[in-house]
């Protein structure tokens, strides 16, 4: 780990890594990914610090961890959102203005056609063999963004709706409904 951050030179990206490596339990190759998308999303969107920003991410593997840590996204205050498609791909946005139905965003995804110009990365990537989480940042270092690939995209804004609170007619818990069910959806599954 100590190899890895001194080939860092930027001391932003260092702060980031400092304060994933307890959130995380270490640094992974997924993590240290996560926090370029984010750098890379920041730029593209013109994100300041502050900034109330939403993420969805594609996978639940070590992707979603930096974005909790590092601009507040988390699943339960909506800001994160987590797709398991097994996809090192996000998409973010900045808040809409109240007016808004949609904003615009951006998709970021780690694209295998240019990873394969980095071959030790890409073996990681394509899990064709072991490779250490050392090895594979450095390459990441390296590479910086040109292993992304995005596009800006419009993003629907989620219609805040009045909760709908029923009693379960199973097992009698209360639940928020919705499609006006009766039964709660960890009855429907059994
Ligand atoms: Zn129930």
């Known amino acids: 780990m100590d190899e890895i951050i001194k080939k860092i030179d930027d001391p932003d990206v260092l702060e980031q ?16 990914i996560g926090i370029q998308m984010l750098n890379l999303a920041s730029e593209l969107l013109d994100i300041k610090e502050n900034d109330r920003v939403f993420i969805t991410c594609e996978t639940l593997n070590c992707l979603p961890d930096p974005f909790q840590i590092l601009c507040g996204c988390t699943i339960g205050n909506k800001g994160l959102k987590v797709l398991d498609y097994d996809k090192m791909a996000i998409t973010v946005n900045k808040a809409a203005a109240p007016s808004q139905n949609h904003v615009r965003g951006v998709r970021i995804f780690l694209d295998p056609e240019k990873t ?9 990537y394509m899990n064709e063999r072991k490779v250490p989480h050392e090895d594979a940042i450095s390459e990441l270092i390296k590479a910086g963004n040109n292993v992304y690939t995005w596009e800006f995209a419009d993003v629907p804004v989620p219609v805040k709706e009045k909760k709908d609170v029923a009693i379960c007619t199973v097992c009698g818990e209360s639940f928020i409904r919705k499609d006006g069910k009766d039964v709660c959806k960890g009855c429907i599954k059994e």
């Open 116 to 124: 394969a110009k980095y071959p030790v990365f890409h073996a990681w």
């Open 17 to 32: 890594i400092e304060k994933i490596i307890p959130f995380h339990g270490y640094l992974s190759t997924g993590a240290f």
